[in-house]
């Protein structure tokens, strides 16, 4: 395990990993995280310009969607929304969220984000195509991270990353 790879051995915090369906339904963290995935693809789907702080010249309304998707998916643990804003600036929106929504699917959530952007070395694209092909050393990295964790936490429980097989849910059917 890399001593840099999560935001501290003895946080005391458990590692969050909500599941896309809970007694065949979906979960509400992961109804929420939809919910903001659905913000950021109209936002930045909107043919208009942008809303725009006319001092920094920044874009508020998409600016605080990405941001707030990024902290759902990160369950606010610092070094996970790091990589996940890195992400988002190397791939663009389009690309970012079909990541966001490939990581959750499969139980990539809080400090398994961190553990998975380690093994790829902070590659999003890299990361995205391991994910796509359901690669096992990915998969075992992260668990074996996860497992460590618990080690030098034992009131902690990580979850573990599983490769769902069903299709990534879309917002679309849900809402």
Not at 45 to 60: L, N, S
Not at 63 to 70: K, Q, R
Request: glycine share 4%; hydrophobic share 40%.
């Amino acid at each position: 395990m890399s001593c840099e790879s999560c935001a501290g051995c003895f946080e005391a915090t458990p590692c969050s990993a909500p599941s896309p369906l809970a007694n065949g339904h979906i979960s509400r963290e992961y109804h929420q995280f939809l919910k903001a995935v659905r913000m950021c693809s109209v936002l930045s789907d909107q043919a208009e310009p942008p809303d725009t702080d006319k001092y920094t010249g920044k874009v508020k309304k998409e600016e605080h969607a990405f941001n707030s998707l990024i902290a759902i998916l990160a369950s606010d643990q610092f070094t996970a929304q790091t990589y996940l804003a890195l992400a988002y600036k190397r791939l663009g929106p389009r690309d970012f969220l079909q990541l966001a929504q490939s990581l959750a699917h499969h139980g990539f959530w809080g400090r398994l984000i961190t553990w998975a952007f380690v093994f790829v070395e902070e590659d999003s694209g890299k990361l995205q195509i391991l994910i796509d092909q359901h690669n096992p050393h990915l998969r075992q990295h992260v668990n074996d991270e996860a497992e460590m964790f618990e080690v030098f936490n034992p009131a902690v429980s990580c979850r573990r990353v599983e490769w769902s097989l069903s299709p990534i849910p879309s917002f679309s059917t849900i809402f």
